[in-house]
Structure formats: structure tokens, C-alpha cells
Nanobody, 118 residues
Framework: QVQLVESGGGSVQPGGSLRLTCAAI????????VGWWRQAPGKQRELVAL???????EYADSARGRFTISFDNAENTVNLQMDSLRPEDTAVYYC????????????WGQGTQVTVSS
């Protein structure tokens, strides 16, 4: 059963921008936290940014100052605005929701490809 769906990936030149969207299907987000992760070929999946129900956010060092995570309550989406993109940002980006006791209930989206290349 699909719980989360990502969109907004694509190809962009270095220095460009993309906005990724994660939508919860048929229900509101369950905070815990909702995070954006990415996985490049041959590398482990890594956390890029997360947002909690309080609205507080955390960023990986590589994303801080360039990426912004936000929750749109009206649209029921968690968005990742990515600016000043670099070739090393190329990866499949995944949305993750953590909720429940100890935040042990985890859902992943199917991922969306981001390619930064000239």
C-alpha cells in the first residue's frame, strides 16, 4: 500500500534549482518526523533534511544553506527546495515518515531521480 509519493525530480544544470514534493496518500502526515534522504549510485542512503511536527528542521552539512525543507499543511505535502545544485547532489531522493512509539513506524516513498549535470 503506497503511503508516500515523491515528485519534482528531474535534470538540471549546476547552479540550478528543483523543488521536490512528498505527498501522504489519503491521510495526513504523522509527525514524528518527515525527512528527505538520498542515495547516489554505489553509496549508502543519507539523510538530507528532516522536519518535525514542531516545525523544527535539521540539515546535513552538505545541504545547509542551499536546501530548505517545509511542510505545507493546506496541501499536505513536505517539500524540499533545492538551490545552487551541484553534480554531487545527483541521487535518488526519498521521502521518509517516522511516527508512533519511539518513532518506530517508518514509511518510505518510491523515490525521485535528481540529476545535476552540464
Amino acid at each position: 500500500q503506497v503511503q508516500l509519493v515523491e515528485s519534482g525530480g528531474g535534470s538540471v544544470q549546476p547552479g540550478g534549482s528543483l523543488r521536490l514534493t512528498c505527498a501522504a496518500i489519503g491521510r495526513p502526515f504523522r509527525f514524528g518526523s518527515v525527512g528527505w534522504w538520498r542515495q547516489a549510485p554505489g553509496k549508502q542512503r543519507e539523510l538530507v533534511a528532516l522536519i518535525r511536527g514542531t516545525g523544527s528542521a535539521e540539515y546535513a552539512d552538505s545541504a545547509r544553506g542551499r536546501f530548505t525543507i517545509s511542510f505545507d499543511n493546506a496541501e499536505n505535502t513536505v517539500n524540499l527546495q533545492m538551490d545552487s545544485l551541484r553534480p554531487e547532489d545527483t541521487a535518488v531522493y526519498y521521502c521518509q515518515e517516522r511516527s508512533g512509539p519511539g518513532w518506530g513506524t517508518i514509511y518510505w516513498g518510491q523515490g525521485t531521480q535528481v540529476t545535476v549535470s552540464s
